[in-house]
């Protein structure tokens, strides 16, 4: 099995930034897919980003050009870069791995860290 713990989140206003990570521990040769997804009270969980073990990366629309993932094989980490911020980004943000079944989506997931942007 697969951990994940995430870290990172927090409150931020408009137009800021915020990093954030996910470790993943446990059976980490079974991961091919490593991503993040969110989900905002009242709506469904949605794709972020999500990379894959070749490296390829898959994002979400809402977020293409602000955030950027990326990864550190040696530390079992994916990283989440958040940039310009927005009061439509506030979500509980969930890390997620897979085996590849599905191309960007794992059955595997983090507890969720909250990002909160001010107006």
């Known amino acids: 099995q697969v951990q994940l713990v995430e870290s990172g989140g927090g409150l931020v206003q408009a137009g800021g930034s915020l990093r954030l990570s996910c470790v993943a521990s446990?059976?980490?040769?079974?991961?091919?897919?490593m991503g993040w997804y969110r989900q905002a009270p009242g709506k469904q969980r949605e794709l972020v980003a999500a990379?894959?073990?070749?490296?390829?990366?898959n994002y979400g629309a809402s977020v293409k050009g602000r955030f950027t993932i990326s990864r550190d094989n040696a530390k079992n980490t994916v990283f989440l870069q958040m940039n310009n911020l927005k009061p439509e980004d506030t979500a509980v943000y969930y890390c997620?791995?897979?085996?590849?079944?599905?191309?960007?989506?794992?059955?595997?997931w983090g507890q969720g860290t909250q990002v909160t942007v001010s107006a």
């Open positions: 990379i894959n073990s070749g490296g390829t990366i």
């Open positions: 997620n791995s897979g085996s590849g079944v599905q191309p960007w989506l794992g059955d595997t």
């Open positions: 446990g059976s980490i040769f079974s991961i091919r897919v």
